[in-house]
């Protein structure tokens, strides 16, 4: 299918979505106190069943208002970080090139529109992580004493969620803390679905998972180069040239790095179509052929590209990020963008770098890696849905969170206000902070362009 006709259908369903709603609206079956109302452009399909079992959850009230303290701490955390992250991105848009800048697309975490989200995986986990977020929202609600008025779905074009209602009364009256608690408990229940999906991926790699050979994995093979023409592909390991081992990327680019054209070298590699070590003599050729460079004539050429990750670190990158470098923080960098990489984690020829072990052993790949990836993806959207509710930006959670925060403060500064020009003051901080990070958004995408 071209992108033309993906549009086209995105248009026709658009249209259609739309065309249904006015129909609904003029039939008088779309109303605030109907069981189909607007969010938006959302359509909430609304049902009170389901309130019981809130209650009865909720009544675990010290629990729950133990694990939404600590949710208030968690969002506020967050609110900083992403911050902190939007004001770097800013400098950073400063210096990049208009080709090198982000398309709108990659603003939406939205699965088939946002260019790295894969539509399947996507759509489970942010389904998933919606419905549970409103959830927690709404057993944190009633453990507080705030009242929830109906459940539902959020249907825009497609199902895009859950929602819970709560009593907006109840949640005016409430004190600030409890209403806090109420609206950190989604941000909390996002990370700890993260949090128990990569516990859950990491165990099944670390137990089930091993390299066919400890080397660099073979991700692109130019057609009618040497390794071509000696029949590597990808999914194959190279694990040495000329003898000297070739366990990181850059050591085989260095040993690649110092051939010269004609030069004949033994390769020592896996082989994924015949499953065994082979060795193999391959004469190389010019790197100016493939370049078109004179600068590279005297420099040999395999005609391999290296995987992102070689099987052993993408390995350890599932089950412990920090581990896999020298540097923590770079290890669980490349555990985010593992996408941008095209993996999801783990697909197409990437498979064939592994084979399973242990409890596992017995399993089809194909299915022990979709199970595999659903794992990373839950985790994955829903460090995306925790950090991005956690932005100080009306109507998220955190816009919420950060009305309420500069209330606090004001009421610590200035003793002599009332409730009310504390919350006024609350209320006005939050839309200055809304504009900032609308702002802070914006500029990734317009400074480059300027």
């Not at 939205?110 to 996507?122: A, E, F, H, L």
């Not at 985790?379 to 606090?408: E, V």
């Amino acid at each position: 299918m071209s992108s033309l006709d993906g549009w086209t259908i995105a248009l026709v369903l658009v249209v259609v979505y739309a065309v249904v709603l006015l129909i609904l609206y003029k039939l008088r079956w779309i109303g605030p106190e109907r069981a189909l109302s607007l969010y938006g452009p959302a359509l909430m399909l609304k049902t009170k069943r389901g309130r019981d079992a809130l209650d009865r959850i909720g009544r675990a009230r010290r629990f729950w208002t133990i694990a939404a303290d600590v949710g208030i701490a968690l969002a506020a955390l967050s609110m900083v970080t992403i911050v902190v992250v939007l004001a770097l991105d800013a400098v950073v848009a400063l210096q990049i090139p208009a080709s090198a800048a982000p398309s709108p697309q990659e603003a939406l975490g939205i699965p088939g529109i946002n260019p790295i989200i894969p539509v399947g995986y996507g759509l489970i986990a942010l389904v998933l992580g919606v419905v549970l977020h409103e959830l927690a929202h709404g057993i944190v609600a009633r453990s507080q004493g705030i009242g929830v008025r109906s459940l539902g779905i959020l249907w825009l074009v497609i199902p895009i969620g859950a929602f819970v209602e709560q009593d907006d009364d109840d949640m005016t009256k409430a004190p600030r803390r409890k209403r806090d608690r109420v609206a950190a408990a989604g941000i909390l229940a996002n990370f700890v679905i993260a949090i128990v999906c990569f516990t859950a991926l990491s165990a099944v790699v670390a137990t089930s998972v091993e390299p066919n050979a400890n080397g660099v994995g073979i991700g692109y093979v130019v057609p009618g180069t040497p390794a071509a023409n000696a029949s590597l592909a990808p999914g194959d390991i190279i694990t040495a040239v000329n003898g000297t081992p070739t366990t990181t990327n850059s050591e085989l680019l260095a040993l690649l790095g110092s051939t010269h054209p004609n030069e004949t070298v033994v390769l020592t590699y896996y082989s994924a179509s015949d499953h065994a070590l082979l060795n193999r003599s391959v004469t190389l050729t010019s790197l100016a052929s493939y370049t078109h460079n004179t600068a590279d004539r005297d420099r040999g050429f395999l005609g391999v590209s290296p995987a992102f990750l070689t099987p052993g670190q993408l390995r350890q990158e599932l089950i412990f990020p920090p581990a896999t470098t020298s540097n923590p923080l770079l290890g669980l960098t490349d555990w985010i963008v593992l996408p941008l990489a095209g993996l999801e984690p783990v697909g197409g020829t990437t498979v064939s770098f592994y084979h399973l072990s242990g409890p596992f052993s017995g399993t089809d790949p194909g299915a022990f890696w979709v199970g595999a990836n659903i794992l990373y993806w839950l985790a994955w959207m829903n460090i995306l849905l925790g950090m991005s509710n956690a932005l100080p930006l009306f109507p998220l959670d955190g816009g919420l969170l950060f009305r309420d925060f500069a209330a606090s403060v004001a009421a610590r500064l200035r003793r002599g206000w009332d409730s009310a020009r504390l919350d006024r003051f609350g209320a006005r901080a939050a839309a200055v902070a809304s504009l900032a990070v609308l702002f802070l958004l914006a500029w990734q995408f317009v400074a480059p362009r300027l």
